[in-house]
């Protein structure tokens, strides 16, 4: 698509397509799309090629499915779901989080220390050169998101890593196992 066709340019292409869905028999004129989005003819014609590329992609591949937003380590996917599998047509956002065993137990052992013995105070992972602090890094490093900053230097655990420790904790003190966490938005994996 040519460069200068902006995304606001695309939703209006897209609004004045939606008008078909009352009026299936009407004519849509490019003359004055083309005037109105000040594009080029090359231009309109490489927007009507990418609607006409979707058109196709929406009418074979998504057949059944809905196209959904996914979050997963950072990350964000586009993933498609079954018709039956989504409640309603909006576009959703599954947050997925995949821990190891060892990361499990590693945040586990974060966030006891920084309830029970650092009472709440950061780490600091510049000049401290323990065995924690270098592993708080690994672990900031595979999952930014379990930490945060508050410009003194420190590093926190964010309130998703304390309610994901808390979680483990309790899990840990009843000696039940778990494959799959529920907290807010986010779905924790073990992997």
Not at 23 to 49: G, H, I, Q, T
Not at 76 to 89: F, I, P, R
Not at 158 to 180: C, E, P, Q, T
Request: charged share 30%; glycine share 4%; with cysteine.
């Amino acid at each position: 698509m040519a460069q200068s066709a902006k995304i606001k340019q695309l939703n209006q292409v897209l609004l004045a397509l939606e008008k078909f869905q009352v009026r299936k028999n009407s004519l849509f004129n490019l003359d004055k799309l083309a005037e109105y989005l000040k594009l080029s003819r090359s231009e309109l014609e490489d927007v009507l090629k990418l609607i006409f590329r979707f058109q196709r992609l929406f009418n074979s591949a998504f057949e059944g499915y809905v196209l959904c937003k996914k979050w997963k380590n950072d990350k964000t996917y586009l993933v498609l779901k079954a018709k039956s599998e989504v409640k309603d047509d909006s576009v959703l956002e599954a947050k997925e989080i995949e821990l190891s065993r060892d990361q499990v137990k590693l945040l586990s052992d974060i966030i006891y220390f920084f309830r029970r013995v650092k009472i709440g105070k950061g780490f600091d992972l510049k000049r401290n050169g323990t065995e924690l602090s270098r592993k708080v890094k690994e672990l900031k490093k595979v999952h930014p998101y379990f930490f945060e900053s508050k410009g003194n230097g420190l590093v926190y655990p964010s309130k998703l890593a304390v309610d994901v420790g808390n979680l483990i904790l309790s899990y840990d003190r009843s000696k039940r196992s778990f494959s799959r966490l529920k907290i807010g938005d986010y779905a924790i994996l073990l992997i």
